[in-house]
């Protein structure tokens, strides 16, 4: 069986100002253990990459991006690209998170620019899916993930496996208090991995899927231990160290 480092990743949304983030991004450098199995990225507002980058300088905690546009540079007000989210420092690039697609129109095409764009300036992005509550009460789920994979990932063919991460986040999860069960995740992570090694081959192997939606230290560990869960997309909780903290622990 293929091992895959876990990772934990912090998505901090629209919240810290320059201040609250150093802080933040303190605590986290400062809590995690260096020798721990886990990778960590955290995911600050555009605002604050450089002043999370600085903190985290020399550190083995890695820097993420909430979203970016495709263009290179140009008349695009009030976009980033890519190239400018590598000149801050940032390795992971979070595309497609269901809020994107509910708040700002972004569609499986617009997602597959971003993420082509993305993979273009060498950064690596980390692709999110998942299904709404009508969905999957609709029994769409595994239509719906199939879909945004397809499209999302379009021409894509990761080299090796850590050229691409995927994020299984159920939309009725985030940020509810409501998570899948492990056995819920699993099936549709099991159903990811499947259609990886349909679009991808071999690579589909090593490539982390993560699981988002309201993680907390009291549901890590159940889900993280389930085949393949490699880890986790945390929004809520990755605010709070003393809750951060311990679903990176609960990785390994
Ligand atoms: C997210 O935004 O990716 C997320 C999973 O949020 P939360 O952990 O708050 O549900």
Known sequence: M???QPFIAGNWKMHKTLAEARSLARDIRDGAAPGRRAEVALAPPYTALAAVAAELAGSNIRLAAQ?????KQGAYTGAISPAML???GCHYVIVGHSERRQHFGDTDAIVNKKLTAVV???LTP???VGETKAEREADQTLQVVRRQLERGLGALQPATGTDLVVAYEPVWAIGTGLTATPDQAQAVHHFIRSLLREFLGPPAEAIRIQYGGSVTPDNAATLLAQPDIDGALVGGASLKPEMFLPIIAAAG
């Open 2 to 4: 293929t091992e895959r």
């Open 67 to 71: 979203d970016t546009f495709w263009e």
């Open 86 to 88: 590598a000149d801050v």
């Open 120 to 122: 273009a300036a060498g």
């Open 126 to 128: 980390i692709l999110c």
